[in-house]
């Protein structure tokens, strides 16, 4: 007996869980109906002209590579249900029944080759937001309980734990210890120091918890700079992580809780803004996407602290020497932060006057190539092997530019930055823009 | 001729309808947006839908150059004959002058027509997710030219060009033919979004630059 989902029911309780997967999944194509983004769901014409402008098609040029036919996977299951040829002849339209197959279909091209990097959007013909498209697919999957298992047990993790990490408070609190020891001793000076859950500071400064657990000296080169520019900041232990891998599963729900914990913390430290640290989605989660989640407008201002270093630059709080630098830098844009985020030149600006070369990449800035570990693609180990090869572009940028250091102000991106300079044999180092600016800044007892 | 301008006046009004009907749905095309603006949407949309479109600044169509000559010239010899059945609803004397003047317009635009319609059939790639309306939205878009060279040759066809037009109406808001309308919606509202980011328009590409610290 095949049910209809199209799968031999096995079982009425498995049958049950699927038919409660279908209509989840339903659910949130009926609820994009009423979205903007429903034009875009009927307005690809399939002259698949995108597949230049995407990472996975220039690396592994199959048709399943194709934005356009990642796309459709999403469209073709809309128009089965919310168009008129759709529901009366959808052979016609190409429409297809949301089925388990078909689930597991888009789950492949929606989490397996599409990081959301939005660069096919700006080139497509037509002027579609393709990534848009993809991403309610993605929403679709995670209605359906339909997520991979690597990025749902991080979105669990955040959930339960507070960070995706699973790091316990006692592991948060020594390490930010350890580190005010270091800074203290660095700078000479007793007031210098991390400080935890302090009220009334100017700014709560959130942190990607691979900066407590395995790259300590990126806090460190924050809090240096901070303590430098005499800013009066604060972590809290209880929410300090700027990532939002609710965002990366499109769950909505995880995604608007995970937002609303940290504006819990700000108000309950009574910071006057946010500041987050180099995150490229968790910039584009909370300062764009949160809002509209919680429909409402923040309390305080969000920030990234790519906008706050310009800012200390360009009033002379901090002074540097750029020759401290003295190797080629190059950057990397992550497409969260430039391409959806509008941060775009801040970091610019700060690399030219912390660096004494700075190189850019071709392309660059909102038209810059995803480096391939993007939308949650590095916790997804079965699709591993795409990521590497779709890395392939961003390794040859990399080596054009001729430069010893990549700069990239997304934890995330570095991750993906350093599997790439290993596979591809760049001999790159990595760094995130902080820290250059920590390795060039003139403080007491740092300068000569 | 007035039976044949009541049915495409009709085509037209269902085409209206039909598509209004769809973008009311989804809330014509506006979003809500409660982070603080940074960019100008307007500016942004105005870019997405001038410049933006350009092989310059668009890699799809520097890319394929064949192709977009291609889109281009289909697209203007749709618009023509269009012109020819608005002026055959509205002015029938003007359009007595215009179809004669298009006329050497439109047998490129219906070879460049078949030709992507051939490209859609050979092409790997293009056949793997392309939909039946896919394949009759491009031949009735070529019906369309062939019916307006017709009539652009010798004014007995026109009847037969108004029927042609009235019948692409009603079909225009079910299927592909939709993105007539849509592409001007979609690069809006994409542009306008994100213009409100500050991302677009967006600013010239450095290659290189030295540190002014």
New interface residues.
């Given amino acids: 007996m095949t049910d209809d989902l199209g799968h031999e029911a096995c079982s009425s309780a498995a049958s049950a869980d699927r038919s409660g997967a279908i209509r989840a999944a339903r659910a949130v194509l009926a609820q994009v ?8 769901l ?12 995407c990472l996975f098609y220039r690396t592994q040029p199959e ?1 399943a590579n ?1 934005p ?2 990642k796309a ?1 996977k999403v469209a073709d299951l809309y128009r089965r249900y919310h ?3 759709g529901r009366t002849l959808p ?4 429409a297809k029944s949301l089925t388990v197959e078909a689930l597991d279909e888009l789950a492949d091209a929606a989490f397996g080759r599409c990081t959301g990097c939005g660069r096919c ?1 700006l ?7 393709v990534a ?1 498209v993809i991403r309610v697919g993605r929403s679709v999957l995670a209605a359906a309980g339909a997520v991979p298992d690597g990025l749902r047990r991080v979105v669990d993790n955040q959930l339960q734990t507070g960070n995706q990490m699973a790091i316990p408070r006692d592991e948060f609190l020594s390490t930010a210890q350890w580190l005010s020891e270091e800074l203290k001793q660095e700078t000479g000076c007793d007031s210098a120091g991390i400080p935890v859950d302090q009220p009334g500071r100017r700014i709560l400064y959130l942190v990607n918890p691979r900066e407590v657990k395995f790259f300590p000296l990126s806090l460190l080169a924050a809090a240096g700079v901070f303590h430098a520019a005499g800013e009066s900041w604060t972590l809290s232990s209880q929410i300090y992580d700027v990532t939002n891998y609710g965002f990366f599963a499109a769950d909505d729900h995880a995604t608007a809780e995970l937002v609303g914990r940290i504006l819990d913390q700000a108000d309950r430290l009574k910071v006057q803004q946010i500041i987050l640290s180099e995150c490229g989605h968790g910039f584009h989660a909370l ?2 996407e ?3 989640q ?5 309390p305080l ?1 969000v920030r990234s602290i790519l906008e706050l270093l310009n800012e200390y630059l360009v009033r002379r709080t901090l002074r ?3 020759s401290r630098n003295a190797q080629p830098v190059t950057l990397h844009d992550p497409c969260n932060l ?5 941060i ?2 801040p970091q610019r600006r700060v690399l ?9 990449m ?6 810059n190539f995803c480096c391939g570990g993007g939308g949650g693609l590095l916790s997804m180990s079965e699709y591993g092997d795409r990521r590497i090869a779709a890395g392939a572009i961003k390794a040859e940028q990399i080596r054009a530019t001729g430069a010893k250091i990549v700069a990239t102000p997304c934890h995330n991106c570095a991750d993906q930055l350093l599997e790439i300079s290993k596979h591809y044999k760049l001999g790159v180092e990595i760094r995130s823009v902080v820290e250059l600016v920590y390795s ?1 800044l003139l403080a007491p007892g740092r300068e000569g | 001729m007035i039976p044949a301008r009541i049915f495409v006046l009709l085509g037209l009004i269902w085409a209206s309808l039909g598509l209004a009907f ?2 009311r ?12 603006r ?2 100008s949407a307007t500016r942004a949309i105005w870019y ?1 839908l001038t410049v ?2 350009w092989p310059g600044r ?4 520097r ?2 150059p064949a ?2 000559a291609a ?1 281009l010239l289909l697209h203007v010899g749709v618009l023509l004959t269009l012109a020819g059945v608005g002026l055959l609803l509205a002015w029938p004397v003007l359009a007595e002058g215009f179809l004669p003047a298009i006329r050497p317009v439109l047998p490129l635009s219906l070879t460049a027509g078949l030709a992507l319609f051939l490209r859609r059939i050979f ?4 056949r ?7 394949y ?1 939205a491009i031949l009735a878009t070529c019906g369309l030219l062939a019916a307006g060279m017709l009539a652009a040759g010798a004014p007995c066809w026109q009847i037969v060009l108004l029927l042609y037009a009235g019948l692409v109406a009603i079909y225009f808001p ?3 033919l ?2 007539a309308v ?2 001007f ?3 809006a ?3 306008g ?2 213009g409100y ?4 328009p ?2 010239a ?9």
């Avoid at chain 2, 590409?205 to 610290?213: N, Q, Y």
């Fill in positions: 109906a009423r979205q903007p983004l429903a034009i875009h009927e307005a690809c014409v399939r002259c698949g002209l995108c597949g230049p402008s048709p194709l356009g036919v459709a168009t008129w040829l052979r016609l339209i190409g959007g080139h497509c013909s037509v002027g579609l937001d848009g300062r764009w949160g809002p509209r919680l429909r409402k407008p923040y201002p540097v020497d750029p430039v391409r959806w985020g509008g775009v030149e030219r006057r912390v660096v004494q070369h700075f190189v850019e071709t392309p660059n800035r909102h038209d060039a | 769809r973008l749905a989804a809330g014509c095309g506006s979003r809500d947006e409660y982070a603080p940074v960019g997405n933006g479109l668009k890699e799809s169509a890319r394929h192709e977009f889109g092409s790997r790639t293009l793997a997710f392309s939909t039946p309306d896919d009759l079910l299927g592909k939709r993105h849509f592409f919606l979609a690069r509202e994409y542009g979004r994100l980011r500050g991302v677009y967006p600013q590409t450095e290659t290189e630059c030295s540190s002014d610290g």
